[in-house]
């Protein structure tokens, strides 16, 4: 496993295994150049996280190529899908994006007529891929009725303080992948006396055990950091793996932990 590594989405394409979180980025420009320049490949963002325009300055001072960077981004609930990923794609100046998710399900229904617009803006080429962000499995299961469409992705909060073997098995078995948002608790829990432990046992920083249990149970970590320091450590995660057993206490940290609200919007 390394930087380059890719998951295979159900249709056949590539996604990588880690990405950077652009939300709350101050400088985005200077944050993506620097994350491109460490070896991200893959960048998260959203039309609503007002860091797109950013994105596109950070993308072009990088040099790097566009087929070298990933690139997601999501529209909102109560827009129109197809003219929202429009105007995304041109703020990332950009011909098209990698994936574009629906960022959270509408209050009425499951987001069918969101769908309908990312599936016209796929076959128009403005994404590779679509897929959904903050959705339950019940809601998918409805989305799919509806449009016989599955998502390629489900992106939602997800750490070892709070995640769901439910939807893990789940997405496992209709073939989605997991994007794990917030992965670092907003640096909430990172203090945790018994991640700590397992953290000086590896000589590894919290932050890092908590991405290598993502990439060792195939979750996609977009952890967010503006600080160079905090982009580097969280890139270093490819010199050691955790052990089965390091895994299983990992795992049983959960307690549904959320670290924007009281709960985890998904169960
Ligand atoms: N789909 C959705 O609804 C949704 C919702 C929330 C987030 N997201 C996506 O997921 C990304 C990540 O989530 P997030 O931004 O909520 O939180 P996060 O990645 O869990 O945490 C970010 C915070 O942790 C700090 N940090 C980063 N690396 C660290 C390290 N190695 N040690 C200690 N602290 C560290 C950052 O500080 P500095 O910035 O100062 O370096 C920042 O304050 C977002 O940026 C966004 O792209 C999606």
């Known amino acids: 496993m390394n930087t380059h590594s890719m998951n295979t989405l159900h249709t056949g394409r590539v996604m990588p295994i880690i990405g950077i979180g652009?939300?709350?980025?101050?400088?985005?420009?200077?944050?993506?150049?620097?994350?491109?320049?460490?070896?991200?490949?893959?960048?998260?963002?959203?039309?609503?996280?007002?860091?797109?325009?950013?994105?596109?300055?950070?993308?072009?001072r990088s040099g790097i190529l566009r087929g070298e960077v990933y690139i997601v981004t999501k529209v909102e609930e109560d827009e129109d899908a197809y003219q929202s990923a429009k105007r995304n794609v041109g703020e990332l100046g950009?011909?098209?994006?990698?994936?574009?998710?629906?960022?959270?399900?509408?209050?009425?229904?499951?987001?069918?007529?969101?769908?309908?617009?990312?599936?016209?803006?796929?076959?128009?080429?403005?994404?590779?891929?679509?897929?959904?962000?903050?959705?339950?499995?019940?809601?998918?299961?409805?989305?799919?009725?509806?449009?016989?469409?599955?998502?390629?992705?489900?992106?939602i909060e997800w750490s070892p303080f709070g995640h769901s073997e439910d939807m893990r098995t789940y997405c496992a078995d209709k073939g989605i992948i997991i994007q794990a948002y917030s992965p670092l608790t907003r640096h909430t829990m990172l203090d945790?006396?018994?991640?700590?432990?397992?953290?000086?046992?590896?000589?590894?920083?919290?932050?890092?055990?908590?991405?290598?249990?993502?990439?060792?149970?195939?979750?996609?970590?977009?952890?967010?950091?503006?600080?160079?320091?905090?982009?580097r450590e969280n890139i270093e995660v490819f010199d050691f793996e955790l052990s089965e057993r390091d895994v299983e206490t990992i795992n049983a940290l959960n307690k549904h932990y959320s670290a924007l609200g009281d709960r985890l919007q998904y169960i």
């Open 94 to 155: 950009i011909d098209s994006a990698d994936l574009i998710l629906i960022h959270r399900p509408p209050e009425e229904g499951v987001g069918e007529r969101l769908w309908e617009g990312l599936m016209r803006a796929r076959q128009e080429g403005i994404t590779a891929d679509i897929g959904v962000s903050n959705y339950s499995t019940g809601q998918i299961d409805k989305l799919i009725a509806a449009s016989g469409e599955v998502p390629v992705v489900n992106q």
């Open 192 to 231: 945790d006396a018994r991640l700590g432990s397992i953290a000086r046992a590896y000589g590894k920083s919290p932050a890092q055990i908590v991405l290598r249990w993502n990439l060792e149970r195939a979750t996609v970590p977009l952890p967010k950091a503006s600080k160079p320091e905090h982009q």
């Open 22 to 60: 652009t939300w709350k980025l101050d400088e985005p420009e200077k944050a993506i150049e620097s994350a491109l320049s460490l070896g991200y490949p893959m960048i998260d963002t959203s039309g609503d996280y007002g860091t797109q325009p950013g994105i596109a300055q950070g993308l072009e």
